[in-house]
Structure formats: C-alpha cells, structure tokens
C-alpha cells in the first residue's frame, strides 16, 4: 500500500506503537513526553521526500491530527517537520481516532477484575495464579501466557474453582457440561488447567492423566480391576474372587453398592500400573489396580475393605520415580493408614539399573525437595536415585519373581 494512503492513521498508529513499547506505558507518568517520531522514522522520512508532490494532501492529514489535539509537531530553523509527538495527555482520544484497542483502560480494567477475584478468594491456587496476573499487569507486559482477555480469565477462575471441589468421579465432558455449559472446553483447554496446577498447586503430577485422575476426573468410564482374597455381595449376587481365575472388572456404581462379606487374605497391595497387576500373582495378597492417583471410588474400595477389618496390612507399588512416590504419598494421606511400600527399595533400584532411565531436571528437583519430608520412606532409595540420576518403571522389574 502507498505510504501516502491514510497517512494520518499510520502516524497515530506508529506513535501508539512506541508508546505502547517504552517505559511511560508501564509507569503512566506523562510528565515528559518522549514519545515521537523523527526525520529517521520511514514516515516523516516519506513525507519529506514526497512533499512536493502531496504536500496538500500531507498538510491536510497532519491538520486533522493537530485540531484534534492528537499530536503536536516541532518545526526546524527552516520550517520542516522536525518531530511529530503523540499528546500523552489526550490518549484515549488516539486510540479512539484509530479504532484501536486502549490498551491504558484495558489494562485498567483487567486490573479492577482481577483485584475483585483476588478479594473474593480464599482458595490457594486461585490467588496464587491472580497474583502473578496482577504482576504482569501492573508492569503493563503481555499476559497472553495467563489469560486470552477478561472473559478467557473469568472461564480459567471458573475451571480452576470446578476442579478443586470435584469430589466425584465424572466423565470429563460431562464436568465440561457443569463448569462451562460447554462439553468441549475444558478438553480444549486442558493444557492451560494442566500448567496452572504444575505451577501453583502443591502437587506436580508428570502427565494430564495423573492429572485429571487426582481430581476424579476421567475421558472414559473408569473399572476397577481386583483379584484374590474378597467375598463380597453386590444386588443379593455373592461374589468370591477366589473362584475366578483371572481379575474381576467393578463399576464405579458396583463400588457404591458392594457390600463385604469376608477376606480371605492378610493383605491388600494396590499397584500403579496396569501391565504389572495382569503379572502379579500371589496366594498372600488381595491386589487392586490404581492407575495412577487413586481415584474416590477405589479409595471408597479401600476403606471399605480397612473398616470391615482393621488388621489387614496395605502395601502399595509404583514407579521408581517422582511420580510413583508423590501417588503412595496421596494414597497415604486419602486412606489414612500405614501403608508399606512394595518393592520399592534400593536393593531393587540397583538391581534394575541397567533398565532404568534418565532423571530430568525437574525429577532431580522434585527429588530433592522430597528428602525435606518428614514423612518419606524412600529416603534413602531417593539418595541413590539422584547419585545414579536414574529412575525405574514398574514394569522393568519382573514381578513373577516376587510371590
């Protein structure tokens, strides 16, 4: 396009440029005004060459800009146009000549909003997100890695508010449906949910799956896999584990209904991974299938197998890593019961070596961090782990070795 069509929007636009760029946007002071451009600019650099030739035209772009108190030229010793700066005192007038977006009173705005939410708040992760929000809006930088614009934040707050108090296990389209009337949304957002609880919850879970799971949210109906040890009655049917061979599938809603009528072994070891509960086997144990951060129901499951008798004792086998740990930690808390960890052991951890994998930078950290907890039984296996910089999946250890 010739520079010479709309001249007085590219003027004004430029200069909004620059001031939306230098420091004075940040601070708002506009007691000196600095912001301009001069004869170096390709602008006035356009309007020198070519003033002979439009020089009506010129003189009458920038007229319309000066009777509107948008901007003020400085003239040199021979007249010329010198520099041409934007009126800082008559700003949103600019963003209003140009049809463009006054990124002062947006600013503004988003601060009022997000102040209101900050104020109404008492959840830990909503205002430590609105903080760091309110930061990057005060010093007047992009936001767009928080929020896309106040209805997006509103959106955020809402999902973030639903997520927290879920306490039933939902389909995640159907939870979509509750929080956002949208069945999509959340599932095309759920990156930004996911970021949000790495960065401020005090959790890091190592996938969306562990993710969604810890907040007993799931993309597809949930089972739970059990085998051995339990009797127990669901709709007046009596079911003994004993009697099948293989492991025995309940709905959430079975779960709901079960009722125990006897157990028939001392112990119960909950297992994180699917591949490893098909291969366990063994006449000493119940074992139960978690998945990864132990759903409601299975937690359900669990109490109910505690509370019909206390003398049983749980076991539990994860991943030899940040993310097996912080699940035995979780089902530690949510059962409240000692629970013994389950191969889970420096003696294994080096015998496996040779299968073991990388540890990444925020596997070290998380590791650290760990070695701080009162209440942490892989210590030790931890202070190998990071010597090593390894750590080992379930399923490299073969479990047909260990009855």
Known sequence: MDLKDNYKE??????????????????????????????????????????????????????ILTRNKLIFIKYDKDEEIERIYLN????????????????????????????????????KVVKSYLNDCLIT???????????????????IL???????????????????????????YFENNINKFFNIFNTYYDKKFENIDDFLNYFNIYKNPKYSYIKNGLVFKINNTIIDLD????????????????????????????????????????NDYIALYLGGFSSSLKIELLRKIKEFDNTIQFYHFSDLDVGGFNIYFNLVKRLNTKIIPFLMNEEIFKKY???????????????????????????????????????????????????
């Open 243 to 282: 009697d099948f061979k293989y492991e025995f599938s309940l709905t959430n809603e079975e779960i709901n209904n079960l009722e125990i009528i006897k157990i028939n072994k001392r112990k119960i070891l909950t297992i994180e991974n699917l591949t490893t509960f098909h291969y366990f086997s063994s």
């Open 10 to 63: 590219k003027i004004l636009n430029r200069l909004l440029d620059l001031f939306e760029n230098r420091k004075v946007f940040k601070t708002l002071d506009f007691s000196k005004n600095n912001i301009y451009i001069d004869y170096k600019d390709k602008l006035l650099a356009y309007y020198h060459k070519e003033k002979y030739r439009y020089l009506p035209y010129f003189s009458n772009e920038l007229d």
């Open 88 to 123: 800082l005192n008559n700003i949103d007038s600019c963003y209003e000549f140009v049809s463009r977006t006054n990124k002062v009173k947006l600013y503004n705005e988003l601060i009022l909003l997000v102040n209101k939410y900050l104020s109404n708040s008492s959840n």
């Open 137 to 155: 809006l005060n010093n007047r930088v992009s936001y767009a890695d928080k929020f896309k614009n106040s209805e997006d934040l509103i959106l």
């Open 353 to 403: 070596l040779p299968f073991a994998k990388p540890l990444t930078n925020i596997d070290k950290n998380s590791l650290e961090s760990m070695l701080n907890l009162e209440f942490n039984p892989f210590k030790e296996l931890i202070k190998v782990m990071l010597k090593e910089s390894k750590k080992l999946e379930q399923e490299s250890i073969d479990i047909k070795e260990f009855k």
């Open 158 to 184: 809402k999902g973030v508010k639903g997520i927290i108090e879920n306490k039933n296990e939902i389909l995640i389209r159907n939870f979509s449906v509750k929080i956002f009337s949208d069945s999509k």
